[in-house]
Structures are given as structure tokens and as C-alpha cells.
């Protein structure tokens, strides 16, 4: 009976010992995926920024294309006063 019970506690202390080696395992392995985690994170809050910057960038050009074409339209307004002019001063001479 001692014999089986040794047995039988020799055999517990193995799979202790295996179970607690498992355990680290798994710790080192959450460990590593929560670096991988924190990464994630940095770099998506990265990602965010840049976004930002580039819709700030985009609607910047787009406020600076709408007041060139206004400013073209503007100006082809005063080059028809001019040619209009020109031609009537010709005419009138």
C-alpha cells in the first residue's frame, strides 16, 4: 500500500512540476503578447496622427485650389475688361 501511495505521489509531483512549467510558459508567452499589444497600440495611434495630418493637409489644398479658381476667374474677368477695351480703343481710332 506505502508502494502505491509513493507511487502515486511521485507521479503527482510530475505532473505539479509539468503543470507549474506550463504555467511559466503561458506567463512568458502573455508577457510577449502584451508587448506585441503595447506595439500594436503605438503604432495604430501612429497610423491615427498620420490620418489626421493628411485630412488636415487635404482639406488645407482643397481651401487653396478653391481660391485659385476664384482667383482665375477674377482675373480672366479683368482680361475680357482689357481685351474689350483694347479693342474698343482701336476701333475708336
Known amino acids: 500500500m506505502e ?3 509513493s507511487q502515486a505521489l511521485k507521479g503527482g509531483r ?3 512540476a ?3 512549467q506550463r504555467l511559466r ?3 512568458t508567452e502573455l508577457q ?3 508587448r506585441r499589444h503595447q506595439e500594436t497600440q503605438k503604432n495604430l495611434r501612429n ?3 498620420r490620418v489626421r495630418e493628411l485630412q488636415f493637409q487635404v482639406e488645407e489644398d482643397k481651401k487653396s485650389a478653391e481660391r485659385m479658381y476664384e482667383l482665375v476667374e477674377k482675373l480672366q ?3 475680357k475688361t482689357y481685351k474689350r477695351q ?3 480703343a482701336v476701333s475708336g481710332s
Open 14 to 16: 510530475k505532473t505539479v
Open 77 to 79: 474677368g479683368k482680361l
Open 18 to 20: 509539468k503543470l507549474e
Open 47 to 49: 497610423k491615427d496622427r
Open 32 to 34: 510577449d503578447e502584451g
Open 25 to 27: 510558459e503561458v506567463e
Open 86 to 88: 483694347s479693342e474698343e
Open 3 to 5: 508502494d502505491a501511495e
